[in-house]
């Protein structure tokens, strides 16, 4: 007999009775949590919460399966009582989160099951939920769709009838490959596909067709508003007029400037609909920045960010177009340029948002690169309102028409718009916003680049934490949280949702008010059962002088010698006064988890390694931070002084195998999907994406050896020697460690990279395994995956205890 989910859902939340050491078990049994939301009357609470992850009905969707094992929650904020399911949902589907309409009776959901997507709508009321006959798509900046009113919703929409990008990479290279095998086998269809540049920049594109719709609840018909690759949409205040950015043709890039991870493949254009006639206007034919689409609170003017084509970002301008007239102006003065940031990895953003009907903006002075938050006046005069503050904020905690709010290392502020600065509490902040679980349910947009008019922050001290929230009135109040607290979301009368956890990662959450705290739900109760580990911060100094933390992870005591070490580093991490998230018991960190280390009786190191931003040559400098961490770590007297592992993945992957070359003071390295050539990665195309669709991204072939990690700054024909000198592969001739390289098919980082350097590696005679995964990512999805490469690690561990162990 087929159990429901909630019957589920009580028996995984069965404790074990014995404590053991953390094991693959421990970890693929993880549960989570991703996006929580708080309707408007305050009334109710809707959470994702994911089912453990070894329950998945399928692996294929690399990362995004956790919205396979996502169910929907409802939380009722009056009542106490645990969370139960907010409808009926099949346990073969995942679910999660749209958007509210605007009197909050309803909320629009996804849904994805047997790999097609669906948009439903709920009733608050009855928790009755209709299926829209519809094919949603997910667009980056704004994948819920917007309410005109309670009846009528904008959703974008697939006209072949797939599945988002979002959900495709996972799979795009498997397809791809079937139907070229097909199509080569018959004979009949060619089985190529052609790509351009220059003047043949346009060939081989082919865009889905989108498309934006008006649905009708009360009729059920649809109207469609737009047609054309959609990427962001934003209504104005008073809903009668919807921007629309679009992904234009294809960017050919400056072969004079440098490429950064933000590079954009296709130009972003700007449409703006009338809803009521249909009609379509165009502010300019820039291209358009995409994290910036803000309407001023009454809709008449739209402010964004944008570049002439064939200029770099730097060179684009803050624009506001007033609709009325049709006008298109830059509010900044040439003194001030606005700040343009890397966010998330690879998003650009230049920070602005209204304040009533006037601008506000983080600037630039170009006297003194000094950074403000200005406000700009109806005669166009700026305003420095931070001007007094020695730390500015990045970002602002709340704004509306009289006032902002902001905090810093020193505490939280209320300013004005004369400049005068109030201080509302004394104290660090540490956090302006709640905690976005899963940020990309909110749209790139919401999540990096958008203001809230009611301020939330949270400041740190000692022993304990605070949360300070605005209620409906303006009045600021503060209540106490549990130093492992995250406020998912906060309701307009100071009530707070809480997720936390405790040592061992069992995770709760709360509803929290002034101390009083209403457990509705825990995770990983498994968690509670398995031994305890110790963790020792260590210090070093860097070279400025400041001091540098570094985390010891020991397993559990067993009176015997200090245990063996292993080193799991990430190059350009510095780690605070919190262990790293990473080394968590509930954190899925699959192929770096320190603590499957230490279940297997290992101490683990993770070693602050700064780095400069700037171009260089971060190889040395890795090697240099990594051993004066490993200094302190033996010195310690907590771990064994015999020669350690090295285990990393990614960039740590590039750290590792790079150590091998120039140290001799490890025992044997497990590199996993690692750079291990600059230069050779420089260009490589990434099997999850369809070029022809999205454009020739250069995030991470380019982007990443320019302008990210790689930090050549400049391409490998302009400085070779530095490539190669900063490259692992060219320093294998002196590798005198056994050596174990991981790679997978369908990994950004070519599985070419790991196969050259095993080859290298082979042909100097060097003790060395290459262990490779087909089907799978730059870390790992499936279960049985998982226990597999663990298996091999532990064994090669093992294997190698004794390999040139003497003391150092």
Not at 472 to 496: C, I
Request: hydrophobic letters at 40%.
């Amino acid at each position: 007999m087929r159990k429901t989910w909630l019957a589920a859902l009580c028996l995984l939340a069965a404790p074990h009775t014995s404590a053991h050491p953390y094991g693959i078990d421990d970890l693929l049994r993880l549960e989570s949590y991703g996006q929580a939301v708080v309707d408007p009357h305050n009334r109710w609470a809707v959470v994702e919460r994911r089912d453990r992850y070894d329950s998945a009905p399928s692996y294929r969707y690399d990362y995004w399966v956790r919205r396979l094992l996502s169910k929907l929650m409802l939380v009722d904020l009056h009542e106490k009582g645990r969370a139960v399911p907010f409808f009926a949902q099949d346990r073969q589907a995942g679910y999660w989160i749209g958007s509210f309409s605007p009197s909050g009776d309803r909320l629009s959901v996804f849904r994805l099951r047997q790999d097609h997507i669906q948009i439903g709508v709920v009733e608050m009321a009855t928790r009755k939920v209709d299926w829209l006959q519809l094919v949603p798509d997910l667009p980056d900046a704004r994948p819920a769709p917007i309410w005109l009113d309670d009846n009528r919703l904008l959703v974008v929409t697939l006209d072949d009838g797939g599945l988002p990008a979002l959900f495709q990479a996972g799979n795009y290279a498997q397809r791809a490959s079937i139907r070229g095998w097909s199509d080569a086998e018959a004979g009949k269809i060619p089985s190529s596909d052609i790509l351009g540049s220059g003047r043949y920049l346009a060939t081989g594109t082919r865009y889905r067709a989108r498309q934006i719709v008006e649905f009708d609840l009360k009729s059920n018909m649809t109207r469609s508003l737009f047609k054309g690759d959609v990427l962001d949409l934003a209504l104005s205040g008073d809903r009668s007029e919807l921007a629309v950015l679009t992904k234009g043709p294809a960017v050919q890039p400056d072969p004079n400037l440098p490429i950064d991870p933000g590079f954009e493949p296709r130009r972003q254009r700007l449409s703006i609909i009338d809803l009521a006639a249909g009609t379509r206007r165009e502010p300019c034919s820039c291209d358009i920045l995409a994290s910036l689409l803000h309407w001023s609170p009454q809709g008449a003017r739209l402010l964004f960010y944008a570049r002439g084509d064939g200029e770099d970002w730097p060179a684009g301008h803050l624009y506001i177009w007033d609709r009325r007239s049709g006008s298109l102006g830059t509010p900044l003065p040439e003194t001030l340029k606005p700040v343009l940031q890397i966010a998330g990895g690879n998003g650009r953003l230049a920070r602005a948002a209204w304040a009533g009907d006037r601008a506000l903006v983080l600037a630039e002075r170009a006297s003194d690169r000094r950074r403000d938050w200005y406000l700009i006046g109806q005669d166009g005069s700026p305003l420095a309102l931070t001007a007094s503050l020695p730390a500015v904020p990045a970002d602002l905690a709340a704004i509306d028409a009289n006032r902002f709010v902001a905090g810093n290392a020193e505490g939280l502020w209320q300013g004005d718009w004369q400049g005068r600065l109030t201080k509302v509490a004394e104290g660090p902040v540490r956090e302006v916003r709640t905690v976005a679980l899963d940020g990309h349910s909110l749209g790139t947009r919401a999540w990096f680049n958008e203001i809230p008019g009611r301020a939330f922050a949270v400041q740190t001290g000692p022993t304990e934490s605070t949360a300070i929230v605005e209620d409906e009135t303006g009045r600021f109040d503060v209540q106490p949280l549990a130093k492992s607290d995250k406020v998912l979301a906060t309701t307009s009368t100071g009530q707070l949702l809480v997720f936390s956890e405790d040592e061992q990662g069992t995770g709760a959450l709360a509803l929290v008010r002034h101390g009083e705290r209403d457990v509705v739900d825990r995770i990983n109760a498994h968690l509670a059962n398995v031994e305890p580990v110790r963790r020792v911060v260590l210090h070093s100094k860097a070279a400025d002088g400041k001091q540098l933390n570094h985390w010891l992870l020991l397993p559990a005591a067993s009176g015997g010698p200090p245990p063996r070490l292993v080193v799991v580093p990430y190059a350009g991490f510095t780690y605070g006064e919190t262990p790293p998230y990473d080394s968590l018991p509930s954190t899925p960190a699959v192929m770096t988890q320190a603590m499957l280390l230490a279940g297997q009786g290992y101490a683990v190191l993770q070693p602050s390694i700064p780095l400069a931003d700037t171009p260089g040559d971060p190889l040395p400098a890795i090697r240099d931070k990594l051993l004066e961490a490993l200094d302190a770590a033996q010195a310690s007297g907590l771990v064994s002084k015999e020669k350690p592992f090295l285990l990393g993945h990614s960039y740590g992957g590039y750290t590792v195998l790079g150590m091998a070359g120039l140290s001799d003071r490890f025992a044997a390295v497990v590199a996993v999907s690692g750079p291990y050539d600059i230069a050779a990665i420089y260009g490589s195309t990434d099997p999850r994406l369809d070029y022809g669709e999205i454009g020739i991204s250069l995030t991470i072939p380019i982007g990443w050896s320019e302008g990210g990690q790689g930090r050549m700054g400049v391409p490998p024909w302009a400085a070779l020697e530095r490539y190669a000198r900063n490259s692992p592969f060219y320093h294998l001739k002196d590798v005198r460690t056994p050596i174990l390289l991981v790679t997978a098919d369908l990994d950004y980082v070519p599985e070419a990279q790991a196969d050259r350097a095993f080859m290298a590696l082979y042909r100097l005679g060097k003790d060395a395994q290459l262990l490779r995964y087909r089907g799978e990512f730059h870390s790992l999805t499936s279960p049985a995956n998982a226990r597999d490469y663990w298996s091999h690690v532990f064994a090669f561990l093992r294997d190698n205890q004794a390999s040139d162990s003497r003391p150092q």
